[in-house]
């Protein structure tokens, strides 16, 4: 008998959406040379990511969870790369 496995989903944590959430909106870059994630600090970006997460929240969440989610991402992003000097 040929058995199927439902596939796993992509993303595996509620983090991981979170940045493929802010990803999408445009609200962050990585630094080119060291791949950390650095904060644009634009308003519109986070916005877009907090529709988007009000909108389509993953399976089990709501929508107000879900911009927890999307929130605490932002607060652990710095808006400077830890390894570069403070003139970069």
């Known amino acids: 008998m040929l058995m199927t496995k439902e596939r796993p989903s992509a993303i595996r944590t509620l983090r991981g959406?979170?940045?493929s959430v802010l990803?999408?909106?445009d609200a962050f870059r990585e630094c080119e040379?060291?791949?950390w994630m650095k904060d644009l600090a634009d308003p519109h970006?986070?916005?877009r990511a907090?529709?988007?997460a009000r909108q389509y929240p993953p399976n089990g969440l709501s929508g107000t969870e879900?911009?927890?989610e999307i929130e605490d991402?932002?607060?652990s992003i710095g808006d400077t790369c830890p390894e570069c000097p403070p003139d970069c």
Request: hydrophobic content about 60%; glycine content about 4%.
């Open 33 to 35: 040379e060291h791949g």
């Open 73 to 75: 991402a932002l607060a």
């Open 23 to 25: 990803q999408e909106a």
């Open 45 to 47: 970006a986070r916005e």
């Open 17 to 19: 959406w979170a940045i």
């Open 50 to 52: 907090f529709d988007i």
């Open 66 to 68: 879900a911009i927890a």
